[in-house]
C-alpha cells in the first residue's frame, strides 16, 4: 500500500524508508524475519477496506439504520433500562482526556481521573449506605459472581442462597463465576402472593454452610423485597454475609442496603447515567463495609485519598494493589485489570447532576408513571398487572389471558411499540407473563398509548 | 525540547461544592392526570422501606459540575490530547474520533439488549461481520463477543478449557494451567478464577518458552497452557509450533493471549499457530478508546472443536437475517448479563472498515518498525539496556532495562518515567515483565509521527544524562504534573486509608 493512511503518520515511504535505513534493514518484512517460514500468512487478510472516513461514516450509519425507530423508548427493564442521560455527562465522557487515557499507573499526571473515581466511589457509597465502594467492575451480573466468591473466602463456606425469582441471565453469569470453585447456589422459594422471599425457605435453607445471602431490591419482577430484617437476621445469626443488590437508580425513598446491615452491595450503575448501547458498556458496582477483612478480599480497584509526599496537598492514587493480578497474579482476588471507568465518570457525572432531590424527583415520577400504567393495564379485561400485591418501582409483570404473550408483542410491534420482556420461558409458572418497566422517558401520552395497543391486542 | 505544564485547579471534590437546594439537573414533573390516578407515591412504600434520611449527594448547579468534571479531565492525560503514551503491553494507540461519532448515534445508544432481534438488524449486523472479521484476522472458526475486557476473555477461556475437559471426564485430573513467567498477570489469576492451579515456567536465555522446562511440568495434569505471541519482551516464540506440539501431546490445550495482537495482524496466526482459543482486546488492537481503565472488549475465538461450549447467545446469520442463537447444549452459559461491550464492537467496527485488510498489516509493520526504531536508539543509551537476545527484532514493544542506571546513578525506573512525564511524555509501563530489572516497557504503536518517537527518544537520553550529572534533579521529578510524588504509604496505611468522602468525613472528624 503506497497511500499514506491518516491514522499513521509513519506510512509516507520516505519516512519508512529513512527508519528502515536507521536499522539496517531493507525491507519491513526483515523485522518479521524470526517467524517460520510455515506460519507466515500468505495473501491478504479477506476484510474490506480500507475506506475513507466518509465511506466508513455511511457504512456505519446504513447498518444502524436498521435498527426499527420505536414510537418512544422499549416498555423493557430486568437489568438495562431506559432513562435520560444529561447533555452535561455526555460531554464529560466524550473529552479525550478522560476517554482516551488507561488505568491511572502514573498518578501525578492523571489526578483528573483519579479525582472522579474517588468520588464515584464516595457517590456510591451515600446512594448505598457503605463506606467502601471499588472503581468499578463489568456489570451488575459479573459483581454478582465476584461477591459470592469474596463472601465465600470470607467465610470459609461454599453454599449462596439466592431468589428464586432472580434473572435468569444474571443467575448463569453466578454459577460460571462460582461452579469452578465449588461454591454451591441454592434458591430460596418466594410468597406466591406477594412474590416476596419466603421467610420459612429460607430458615431452612440457610445454615452453617451459607456463605452468603443473595436478595434484590427492587426485585427481578419490579417488586420491594420487606422483609429485609428478618432476612439481614436469618443470614447473620448463620454466621452468613448477606448481599442485597441495590439498583443504580433507586430513589431516596427506598432505604439503603447499608441501613439494614448489607455487608456487600452488587449492583448495576448503567441507569445513572449510561446509555442503553444494547446492553454494553454496563457498570458493575460494588460496595462494602469498612472492615479490613473485607477490603482486603475486594475485587477491583481501589482509589484513595491521600497526600503528595512532602505532605504539602492532597492527592489521590491507586491503592491496596496487592490484591491485583498486576501485583498477585493467582493469589489475587480476581482477575480483573480493564473495568469500566469511563461509566464510572458518568455515573459520577449524573449524580452529581442530580442530587438529592433530583434523585428523589426521578424516584418519584418514575414511580408514579410505572403506577399509572400498572393501574391503567391492570383495568383491562383479561389482563392481570402486576401478578403480585407488594409495592412495585418501575417494573412489574403483566399476564395475558386468551392470548399469548407473542401475539400480544407482535401486534404491539405492528404500531411501533416494544412490550415488556416475555417472560415465558424464564418463569413458566407464571403463565403467558411479560416483565413491563416504566420510567421518566415513558410519558403519559406513550403509556395511554401502550394501554390502547394492548387493549387492542386483547380483543383480537 | 518542549516546556510542559500540566494544568492544575487544586480542584475541590464534589461534595466541598455547592449550595443547599442548588440542583444540576431537573426531571419531568409528573403530569397531573398521573398523580391524580395515583395519589402521593411515598405512601404507597412500605414504611420500613422508606429512607429515613436522603443520601448526602452534593448540591451543584450545572454550570459547577460541567467545570468541575472539565477541570478535572485537563489535569489527565490521555493519546489523543497529549504527545506519545508509550504504555507498553496496553497499545495505546489513537482512538479515532469518527468512531466516536458514529458510537454516539441514538440508533445504537438507545437500544435495549433485550428488543426483539427484527427491530435490531443493524447491530445484530455489524456484532455478526465484526465477528467474522476477527476470525479472519486470528484464524479461528468461531467466536463469543460476551467479554468485556481482556480478562474477561481470558476467564472465559479458561472456562472452556474446563468444559472441555469436563466432557471428556478429565476435569478432575487436569487441574492445571501452564504459564510462562513473563507472562501478564492476569493469566495465572484467570486461571485461578476458573479453578485451576496455575504452573509458573522460566524464560529461557532468548527470553521465550524453555522447551526442556515446559517439557518437564506437562503432563496428564495439564489442562492447557497460556501464552502471548510475541510475548511480553515483544519477542516472536519462534517455538511455537513445537510448544503446541508438546501441549496437545500431553492432551492440554492452548489458549493465546491476544493483548499482543498489534505486532502481527496479516503477518501471521493464532490459529495457524496450534492456538486452540484466542481472546483479542478491541481496546488495543482495535483502536477503541481505553476510557481511563475501561470500558474494553474482549472477545474470544476457538477452533471448531471447541463451539459447542461457547456462552449463549451466539450472532448468527441466515439468508441476510441476524438472530441470536442460545442453542448450544454444552455451553458454559454466560459470563456476562447481556451481549458484551456492543459500544466497542461498534468502534472496531468503524476501525476496520478504515483499515482493511491490507491496513490493518500495514498497521502491524509500522508498529513494529515503530518499536525496533525506539529499541535501537535506545539500548546504547547510559545506563540502558536491551536485555534477552538483542540480535533478535522486536515486535510491537521493546523492554529495556535500566538496572545499569539504577546501580550507578540510583536513578530506577520509577524515576525515569517520572521524569518522562515531566517532558509531557506519559511513561511506558515500568517493572513489568518481572524477569527484566527495572523493566521499561515501551509499545509506541503505529500512531505516532517520527518526530514523536524522535522527542522520546531524546527525553529519555536527557534524563539519563542528568542521572549521570545530577541525579537529584530526576529524583525530585516530576514537577510539571498537576501533582509531585505522591504518599503511597499513606494511601494503604489502616490508620490513614480513605476510600470514599464518608471516610474523609470521618477522618477528618477524627482530627
Redesign the interface.
Known amino acids: ?1 503506497n497511500k499514506p ?1 491518516p ?5 509516507v515511504t520516505e ?2 524508508e ?3 535505513e ?2 539496517g534493514i531493507r525491507h ?1 518484512d ?7 517460514e ?4 500468505k495473501g ?8 475513507a ?1 466518509a ?3 455511511g ?3 446504513r ?8 414510537r418512544c ?2 416498555f ?1 427493564g ?3 433500562w ?1 432513562h ?3 447533555a ?1 455527562v ?24 483519579l ?5 464515584y ?3 456510591i ?3 448505598v ?1 457503605l ?3 471499588n ?2 467492575l ?5 459483581a454478582l459472581g465476584e461477591a459470592a466468591r469474596m463472601a465465600s473466602r470470607l467465610t470459609r463456606r461454599d453454599v449462596v442462597a439466592v431468589p428464586y425469582l432472580i ?1 435468569p ?2 443467575l ?2 453466578l ?3 462460582t461452579e ?3 461454591i454451591r447456589v441454592v434458591k430460596v422459594d418466594y410468597d406466591k402472593t406477594t412474590g416476596l422471599l419466603d421467610l420459612e425457605d429460607l430458615k431452612e435453607k440457610v445454615d452453617s454452610r451459607t456463605a452468603a445471602v443473595y436478595i434484590e431490591n427492587p426485585s427481578y419482577l419490579g417488586f ?1 423485597e ?1 422483609g ?2 428478618t432476612i439481614a437476621e436469618t443470614a447473620h445469626d448463620a454466621g452468613a454475609r448477606r448481599r442485597p443488590r441495590e439498583m443504580g437508580s433507586t430513589p ?5 442496603p447499608g ?1 439494614y446491615d448489607a455487608d456487600i452491595v452488587v449492583g ?1 450503575g448503567q441507569p445513572l447515567g449510561n ?8 457498570l458493575g458496582i460494588f460496595a462494602c463495609r ?1 472492615d ?1 477483612r473485607m ?1 482486603r478480599q475486594m475485587p477491583g ?11 504539602l ?1 492532597r ?3 491507586m ?2 494493589q496487592t490484591r ?9 482476588t ?10 464510572a ?1 458518568a455515573s ?2 449524573y ?12 424516584a ?2 418514575v ?3 410505572a ?2 400504567a400498572m ?2 393495564i391492570g383495568e383491562l379485561p383479561n389482563i392481570r398487572a402486576p401478578l403480585f400485591s ?2 412495585h418501582f418501575k417494573e412489574f409483570t403483566v399476564s395475558f389471558k386468551g392470548r399469548t404473550v407473542a401475539e400480544v ?1 407482535r401486534d404491539l ?1 405492528s404500531s411501533r411499540m ?1 412490550g415488556g ?1 416475555p417472560l415465558v420461558d424464564e418463569f413458566p409458572e407464571l403463565g403467558e407473563a411479560a416483565l413491563y418497566c416504566v420510567t ?1 422517558m415513558h ?2 401520552r406513550d403509556i395511554d398509548r401502550l394501554v390502547s395497543a394492548l387493549e387492542e391486542a386483547l380483543e383480537r | 525540547m518542549r516546556r510542559f505544564r500540566q494544568a492544575d485547579w487544586e480542584e475541590p471534590l464534589i461534595f466541598e461544592l455547592g449550595r443547599e437546594e442548588r440542583v444540576g439537573f431537573t426531571v419531568p414533573s409528573v403530569e397531573p392526570e398521573v398523580s391524580d390516578a395515583v395519589g402521593d407515591i411515598e405512601e404507597l412504600v412500605p414504611t420500613n422501606m422508606l429512607r429515613s434520611e436522603p443520601p448526602m449527594l452534593p448540591e451543584v448547579s450545572e454550570i459547577e459540575v460541567l467545570r468541575h468534571f472539565i477541570h478535572l479531565s485537563q489535569m489527565n492525560y490521555g493519546v489523543n490530547s497529549g504527545v506519545f503514551y508509550p504504555l507498553g503491553s496496553c497499545t495505546m494507540k489513537y482512538n479515532p474520533v469518527i468512531n466516536e461519532v458514529v458510537a454516539a448515534h441514538p440508533k445504537i445508544t438507545e437500544i435495549h439488549p433485550d428488543q426483539d432481534e427484527a427491530t435490531v438488524q443493524g447491530v445484530l449486523g455489524i456484532l455478526y461481520q465484526l465477528k467474522r472479521w476477527f476470525l479472519e484476522v486470528t484464524g479461528m472458526d468461531d467466536a463469543s463477543l460476551q467479554p468485556a475486557a481482556g480478562a474477561h476473555g481470558e476467564f472465559l477461556g479458561n472456562l472452556l478449557i474446563r468444559a472441555y475437559h469436563a466432557d471428556r471426564g478429565e476435569i478432575d485430573k487436569r487441574r492445571e494451567i501452564i504459564v510462562p513467567d513473563s507472562a501478564h498477570g492476569t493469566n495465572p489469576a484467570s486461571a485461578m478464577m476458573a479453578g485451576f492451579k496455575t504452573v509458573e515456567i522460566p524464560s529461557g536465555e532468548d527470553g521465550c518458552v524453555d522447551i526442556e522446562a515446559l517439557r518437564s511440568v506437562v503432563g496428564e495434569h495439564t489442562a492447557g497452557l497460556m501464552l502471548t505471541n510475541p510475548n511480553t519482551l515483544g519477542i516472536f516464540e519462534r517455538n511455537i509450533s513445537e510448544i503446541a506440539e508438546i501441549v496437545h501431546g500431553a492432551g492440554g490445550l492452548m489458549y493465546y493471549d491476544g493483548a499482543n495482537l498489534n505486532a502481527i495482524m496479516g503477518k501471521c496466526r493464532p490459529g495457524d499457530m496450534g492456538f486452540d482459543i484466542v481472546h483479542v482486546n478491541l481496546h488495543k488492537t482495535f483502536s477503541t478508546p481505553h476510557g481511563g481503565g475501561g470500558p474494553g472488549s474482549g472477545p474470544v475465538g476457538v477452533k471448531s472443536f471447541l463451539a459447542d461450549y461457547l456462552p449463549v447467545p451466539t450472532v448468527e446469520e441466515e439468508d441476510g437475517v441476524y438472530r441470536l442463537d442460545y442453542d448450544r447444549p454444552k455451553t458454559i452459559g454466560r459470563i456476562h448479563g447481556y451481549h458484551g461491550n456492543v459500544s466497542p464492537i461498534l468502534k472496531a467496527y468503524a476501525y476496520t472498515l478504515a483499515l482493511g485488510g491490507s491496513g490493518l498489516k500495514e498497521a502491524s509493520e509500522i508498529a513494529v518498525l515503530n518499536s525496533n526504531y525506539i529499541a535501537h536508539k535506545l539500548k546504547d543509551v547510559r545506563g540502558l539496556s536491551l536485555p534477552y537476545a538483542p540480535g533478535v527484532p522486536r515486535k510491537h514493544e521493546a523492554v529495556l532495562s535500566a538496572s545499569g542506571m539504577a546501580e550507578e546513578t540510583g536513578v530506577r525506573a520509577l524515576d525515569v518515567a517520572k521524569g518522562l512525564l515531566d517532558r509531557g511524555i506519559h511513561a511506558p509501563t515500568i517493572y513489568f515483565p518481572l524477569i527484566v530489572p527495572e523493566a521499561l516497557m515501551i509499545e509506541p504503536t503505529e500512531t505516532e509521527p517520527l518526530e514523536a518517537l524522535d522527542a522520546f527518544i531524546e527525553a529519555v537520553k536527557e534524563i539519563s544524562d542528568l542521572a549521570y550529572s545530577n541525579p537529584k534533579e530526576v529524583l525530585d521529578a516530576p514537577r510539571n504534573t498537576a501533582v509531585g510524588r505522591l504518599d503511597e504509604a499513606r494511601a494503604a496505611h489502616p490508620k490513614t486509608i480513605c476510600l470514599s468522602w464518608r471516610a474523609y468525613c470521618a477522618l477528618a472528624g477524627r482530627g
Open positions: 500500500m493512511h491514522y499513521m503518520p509513519n506510512s519516512i519508512k529513512k527508519m528502515m536507521e536499522l519491513i526483515d523485522l518479521f524475519s524470526d517467524i517460520p510455515d506460519l507466515r500468512f491478504e487478510l479477506d476484510i474490506p477496506g480500507p475506506y472516513e465511506e466508513v461514516k457504512m456505519v450509519l447498518q444502524l439504520e436498521k435498527n426499527w425507530t420505536l423508548p422499549p423493557l430486568g437489568g438495562v431506559p435520560y442521560v444529561p452535561v455526555d460531554e464529560i465522557v466524550r473529552r479525550a482526556e478522560f476517554l482516551t487515557s488507561y488505568t491511572p499507573y502514573q498518578p501525578e499526571i492523571t489526578q483528573g481521573m479525582q472522579v473515581i474517588f468520588e466511589q464516595s457517590l457509597c451515600e446512594l449506605g463506606e467502601v465502594a472503581a468499578s463489568y456489570d451488575w451480573a459479573s434473572s441471565q444474571r448463569a453469569v454459577r460460571a463465576y469452578p470453585v465449588g420491594v420487606e429485609v430484617e431516596t425513598t427506598k432505604r439503603a441501613d448495576e446509555h442503553m448501547n444494547y446492553g454494553g458498556p454496563l469498612n479490613p477490603i480497584r481501589l482509589i484513595g485519598l491521600t497526600q503528595t509526599q512532602d505532605g496537598r492527592g489521590f492514587t491503592t491496596l491485583e493480578q498486576h501485583i498477585r497474579r493467582e493469589k489475587a480476581s482477575n480483573i485489570c480493564s473495568n469500566e471507568a469511563l461509566c465518570v459520577a457525572v449524580l452529581s447532576l442530580l442530587g438529592p432531590q433530583g434523585l428523589r424527583d426521578l418519584e415520577v414511580a408514579s408513571r403506577h399509572y393501574r391503567r407488594s409495592f408483542h410491534l416494544h420482556k421518566e410519558s403519559k
